[in-house]
Structures are given as C-alpha cells and as structure tokens.
C-alpha cells in the first residue's frame, strides 16, 4: 500500500511517517510505504523498515502531478525485477524526481533512471 503522509495520517491518526506505516501494516499490507515529496519516503516491507531520501528535484520542476504515482510505478517495476524493498524505494524516488522535470507522465527510460541512482551513488 501506498500513502502521502497526509493520507497515512488520516488513516492511522500517526503525523510520524514511521509510527504511521507501522500502523497500516498491522492491518494488513505487506508492503508500506509512505511518501513524503521532497522529504523523502518511508517503507515498511519485510519485517523491516527504511527511511528513503528524495531525488534532488530538477532546477526547473516543470509538473509535480502524478510524481507519486510515478514513484509507486517504479518501485513495483523494481520488486518485479527482485529488487529488494530499500532498493526499489530508491528506483521509485529517482524515477519521481525525474519525472517533475517534463510535463504529463514520465517519458524517460529505465537506463535514465539507473543513471540517476549512479550518479547518486558518487
């Protein structure tokens, strides 16, 4: 399941994006994760939790609309790739931050995004 912090809030009555995960997987999901725009993200799957940073947004954010939405695609992409849960946070978060650099949904590729996590990386 995923959730902006202000969703997650109304769902659980938590404002701690960690407390508020936690509290959504007793009902249930697996997965967690909580987002957070430019603060970064929060993931709670296998038993375990992880705090994820945002993606240095573009110079010029061009459309912030879906970004979530973006981010959610890429992290399922990734877990259906094997990705472990920390990891495709981090792919969901650089696909998001690239995606507030055009207008409409992300148009780029998955080598752009693995470029973002390189340079990230250094």
């Not at 973006?70 to 981090?90: H, N, T």
Request: net charge negative; glycine share 12%; proline share 5%.
């Amino acid at each position: 399941m995923k959730a902006d912090l202000d969703e997650a809030h109304k769902l659980t009555g938590e404002s701690d994006p960690a407390r508020a995960a936690a509290a959504i997987a007793r009902l249930g999901p697996r997965e967690v994760i909580v987002t957070m725009g430019g603060q970064g993200s929060y993931v709670f799957a296998e038993g375990q939790a992880h705090a994820v940073a945002a993606f240095p947004a573009p110079r010029q954010v061009a459309d912030s609309t879906g970004a979530g939405d973006s981010y959610l695609a890429g992290y399922v992409a990734a877990r259906l790739d094997g990705a472990p849960a920390f990891e495709a946070a981090k792919f969901g978060a650089a696909l998001a931050a690239l995606k507030l650099g055009g207008t409409g949904p992300f148009a780029g590729t998955r080598a752009d995004v693995e470029a973002l996590l390189e340079r990230e990386k250094s």
